[in-house]
């Protein structure tokens, strides 16, 4: 990719899945990478893996003082700042489990997630613009899903949030557009990160896997290639876009699997 040699990049929920690939690809490309993650012992531990072009920051997203603290600790140790990607998402099963429909689901666990979510991809943002605008302009990512685009029958709160982050995504990219700062959003398909394993289990996969047009299902990687390209000079002039990486998940029509099963056939 052009343009990445020693740019500085923030990645959060750097030290797992999607976040994690992303960081890894950040040093191959000779970008200096922050990992930003609730779990501090796993980004430090990565962190030690990539050497001098990676520093650890122990955040929660759900803090917006230690967002602050995270953008603060970037600039500080790498002097600049070019790219935030906003990755972080609750994905413990013992809050998803809980984020169910408009009737059960407990006013905490909304405003949990959409503090971690949404509120967190806002403070990310609210922090790293000034520098970036310092810098000449930067790349912002955002990590949103595919229940954010459409109607699921659980995970309302996760799902809501998703598309408020794919809304912020738009205006980010709509006000700071004319000063350089370029704002996208990435939507995976089913990736089999740790996060995703936790909550896609059992016969869901096998659901999944017969509605993705590709032979196999997505990987960390697949999704980090994306934002690696998003960050770098070959998009220059790709913004506003939440772009799909999901096999061709959300790309055919419903009764796509039915009829590629064997069960309805095309002309009955
Ligand atoms: N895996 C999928 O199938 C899939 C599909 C669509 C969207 N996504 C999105 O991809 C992103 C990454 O998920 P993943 O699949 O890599 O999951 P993952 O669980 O492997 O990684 C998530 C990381 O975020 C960190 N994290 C969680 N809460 C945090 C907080 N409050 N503050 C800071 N860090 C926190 C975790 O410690 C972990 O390292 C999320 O935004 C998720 O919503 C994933």
């Not at 020693?6 to 950040?26: L, N, P, Q």
């Not at 200096?32 to 030690?48: N, P, T, Y």
């Not at 794919?166 to 740790?194: D, F, H, W």
């Not at 995703?196 to 980090?224: C, F, Q, S, W, Y």
């Amino acid at each position: 990719m052009r343009g990445l040699e020693g740019k500085v990049a923030i990645v959060t929920g750097g030290a797992s899945g999607i976040g994690e690939a992303t960081c890894r690809r950040f040093a191959q490309e000779g970008a200096k990478v922050v990992i930003g993650d609730i779990d501090g012992g796993r980004a430090e531990a990565l962190a030690k893996e990539l050497g001098d072009a990676a520093l650890a920051v122990r955040f929660d997203a759900g803090d917006v003082a230690s967002v602050e603290a995270l953008v603060a600790a970037a600039v500080d140790r790498f002097g600049r700042l070019d790219v935030l990607f906003n990755n972080a998402a609750l994905m413990s099963p013992d809050v998803i489990k809980l984020d169910t429909d408009p009737v059960g689901i407990d006013f905490a666990v909304w405003d949990r997630t959409m503090a971690v979510n949404a509120r967190g991809y806002l403070a990310g943002c609210k922090y790293a613009i000034p520098h970036m605008l310092k810098a000449g302009g930067g790349a912002i990512l955002m990590t949103t899903s595919g229940s954010g685009l459409l109607g699921d029958v659980s995970n309302i709160a996760y799902g809501a949030s998703k598309a408020a982050v794919a809304s912020l995504m738009r205006y980010v990219a709509t006000i700071y557009g004319k000063q350089g700062i370029r704002c996208n959003a990435i939507c995976p398909g089913l990736i089999r990160t740790e996060g995703g394993k936790k909550n896609v289990h059992g016969a869901m996969v096998g659901v999944m896997e017969r509605n993705t047009l590709t032979p196999r299902l997505g990987l960390p990687e697949d999704i980090a290639a994306m934002a690696v390209f998003l960050s770098s000079d070959d998009a220059a002039f790709i913004t506003g876009q939440n772009i799909e990486v999901d096999g061709g998940m959300l790309m055919h029509m419903p009764y796509y699997s039915d009829i590629m099963s064997g069960d309805i056939a095309w002309d009955s």
